[in-house]
């Protein structure tokens, strides 16, 4: 009974209780719950020593979660340090295993951790059978391995690869009975990916241009794309009309520029089942965004809207925008919306483009409730300022700056009848 009360507590608390009696000393080490590890700014050397010290005393089995989170790692503890993690995830008998080994000076020429190779992996008897989810972030790993997961893990219901420089050619293909969740992010090598599943909800991809992945997946409900490849969902919709039409919420991350742009198709994914898109994209000074217009015209049923906009310094090599410049004409087309009850914008500075498309939804969607602005963490026009200027004017010129655009956020405001709920922040 305690044991089973200890494995609901965090382990630092956990381990706190063994000063409570001779009884209570050991029994922190016998717990089934969650393994939490996350550097906190703290040093390679001693991380590495706390890490190795508890799971070499611990000896609970099954574990629920084993959890390692190195955020701030430059140099690094040596591989064998991190094999033996993943072999103790492995003799623990793990549901969930998290290895994040995120990097936070990317421009240091630092190799990811390579996870065991699948001869590693067969060297122990039944590993990683009671797996669920398996998060792998700036963590090599072979298509092989991968490929051992999906066919042998029966039960993994999540599947997150982040920065992975091995994986090249990833085949996610039924029998995946459990199989709700898919990331693929960031790796840079991929070539390509088949995803036959038909149970998938949730899927992330966000990488270089591939011939699109979803072959069968009838359920597939939320979906995020970013990099290059999301640009084929806005200039080649057809090739993402597969899937579509069942989404109900859609993620573009449109923060790639592009060294050339295809004309844009007039014909955008129909998103029939849509109830919120988030947009993240790249903007410019004086370039329309009436574009964003047209996917809420391409999704009849859409709930919430939510954009955030980061705008671009000058650019030598005039890299286009990731999405076309359209005309009002264009993006509207005599259409009204008669679903969409919430929009919200991140990051407003008040530029006339901005200003733009706010006007325009609340033309063409006269069924808003709520209309969110958020004039907070914006990416102003940060000019360089000389040497000589106090710190005192500093603080007040980004006080005038905030004043401003909190002004053309309440000016925005108006534009809405008076029945629609506007919050400025």
Same mark, same amino acid.
């Given at each position: 009974?305690?044991?089973?009360?200890?494995?609901?507590?965090?382990?630092?608390?956990?381990?706190k209780?063994?000063?409570?009696?001779?009884?209570?000393?050991?029994?922190?080490?016998?717990?089934?719950?969650? %393994?939490v590890?996350?550097?906190?700014e703290?040093e390679?050397?001693?991380?590495?020593?706390?890490?190795n010290?508890?799971? +070499?005393?611990?000896?609970?089995?099954?574990?629920?979660?084993?959890?390692?989170?190195?955020?701030?790692l430059v140099?690094?503890?040596?591989?064998?340090?991190?094999?033996?993690?993943?072999?103790s995830?492995?003799? &623990?008998?793990?549901?969930?295993?998290?290895?994040?080994l995120k990097?936070?000076?990317?421009?240091? #020429?630092?190799q990811?951790? *390579?996870?065991?190779?699948?001869?590693?992996?067969?060297?122990?008897?039944?590993?990683?059978?009671?797996? &669920?989810?398996?998060i792998?972030?700036h963590?090599?790993?072979?298509?092989?391995?991968?490929?051992?997961?999906?066919?042998?893990?029966?039960?993994?219901?999540?599947?997150?690869?982040?920065?992975?420089?091995?994986?090249?050619?990833? +085949?996610?293909?039924? #029998?995946?009975?459990?199989? $709700?969740?898919? *990331?693929?992010?960031?790796?840079?090598n991929?070539?390509?990916?088949?995803?036959?599943?038909?149970?998938?909800?949730?899927?992330?991809?966000?990488?270089?241009?591939?011939?699109?992945?979803?072959v069968?997946? #009838?359920n597939?409900?939320?979906?995020?794309?970013?990099?290059?490849?999301?640009?084929?969902?806005?200039f &080649?919709?057809?090739?993402?009309?597969s899937?579509?039409?069942?989404?109900?919420k859609?993620?573009?991350?449109?923060?790639?520029?592009?060294?050339k742009?295809?004309?844009?198709?007039?014909?955008?994914?129909q %998103?029939?089942?849509? $109830?919120?898109?988030?947009?993240?994209?790249?903007?410019?000074?004086?370039?329309?965004?009436?574009?964003?217009i047209?996917?809420? $015209?391409?999704?009849?049923?859409?709930? *919430?809207f939510?954009i955030?906009?980061?705008?671009?310094? #000058?650019?030598? %090599?005039?890299?286009?925008?990731?999405?076309?410049?359209?005309?009002?004409? +264009?993006?509207?087309?005599?259409?009204?919306?008669? $679903?969409?009850?919430?929009?919200?914008?991140?990051?407003f500075?008040?530029?006339?483009?901005?200003?733009?498309?706010?006007?325009?939804i609340?033309?063409?969607?006269?069924?808003? *409730?709520?209309?969110l602005?958020d004039t907070?963490?914006?990416?102003?026009?940060?000019?360089?300022?000389?040497?000589?200027?106090?710190?005192?004017?500093?603080? +007040?010129?980004?006080?005038?700056?905030?004043s401003s655009?909190?002004?053309?956020?309440?000016?925005?405001?108006?534009?809405f009848?008076?029945?629609?709920?506007?919050?400025? &922040?």
């Amino acid at each position: 009974m305690l044991i089973a009360i200890l494995s609901c507590m965090r382990l630092k608390d956990a381990v706190k209780t063994s000063i409570f009696s001779r009884r209570w000393r050991y029994l922190w080490r016998f717990t089934s719950g969650k %393994l939490v590890f996350v550097d906190r700014e703290m040093e390679t050397e001693n991380f590495k020593s706390w890490v190795n010290h508890i799971l +070499q005393l611990h000896r609970g089995r099954p574990v629920d979660s084993l959890i390692i989170r190195f955020i701030n790692l430059v140099l690094g503890p040596q591989s064998s340090d991190i094999d033996s993690w993943v072999f103790s995830a492995i003799h &623990k008998d793990v549901k969930k295993f998290e290895l994040n080994l995120k990097r936070v000076e990317f421009n240091l #020429p630092v190799q990811n951790y *390579e996870f065991p190779n699948i001869d590693k992996l067969l060297s122990f008897k039944y590993p990683f059978v009671s797996l &669920k989810s398996l998060i792998l972030v700036h963590v090599d790993i072979e298509d092989e391995v991968v490929q051992y997961f999906l066919a042998s893990c029966i039960y993994i219901e999540c599947l997150c690869i982040r920065g992975s420089n091995a994986t090249k050619n990833l +085949q996610v293909v039924d #029998p995946l009975p459990n199989l $709700k969740k898919l *990331e693929v992010s960031d790796c840079s090598n991929i070539q390509s990916m088949e995803i036959n599943a038909m149970n998938l909800v949730t899927c992330t991809y966000q990488g270089s241009k591939i011939n699109s992945p979803f072959v069968k997946t #009838p359920n597939l409900r939320e979906l995020t794309l970013g990099g290059l490849f999301c640009k084929s969902f806005i200039f &080649k919709p057809n090739k993402h009309s597969s899937y579509s039409a069942t989404l109900v919420k859609l993620v573009l991350n449109l923060n790639t520029r592009v060294r050339k742009r295809t004309n844009s198709s007039p014909d955008l994914p129909q %998103l029939h089942s849509l $109830k919120r898109l988030d947009l993240n994209a790249v903007a410019k000074i004086g370039r329309g965004l009436l574009f964003f217009i047209s996917l809420i $015209k391409a999704s009849p049923n859409l709930l *919430e809207f939510r954009i955030e906009l980061k705008y671009t310094t #000058p650019d030598p %090599l005039r890299l286009k925008m990731p999405y076309p410049s359209v005309t009002w004409q +264009q993006a509207r087309g005599g259409f009204c919306h008669k $679903k969409l009850k919430v929009v919200e914008m991140i990051s407003f500075i008040g530029y006339e483009e901005e200003r733009d498309l706010l006007d325009k939804i609340a033309e063409i969607a006269p069924s808003i *409730e709520k209309v969110l602005i958020d004039t907070r963490n914006t990416h102003r026009r940060d000019h360089k300022l000389p040497n000589s200027i106090t710190e005192e004017v500093r603080k +007040q010129m980004k006080s005038n700056a905030r004043s401003s655009t909190e002004s053309h956020a309440m000016v925005m405001a108006c534009r809405f009848p008076l029945e629609t709920k506007v919050v400025v &922040k």
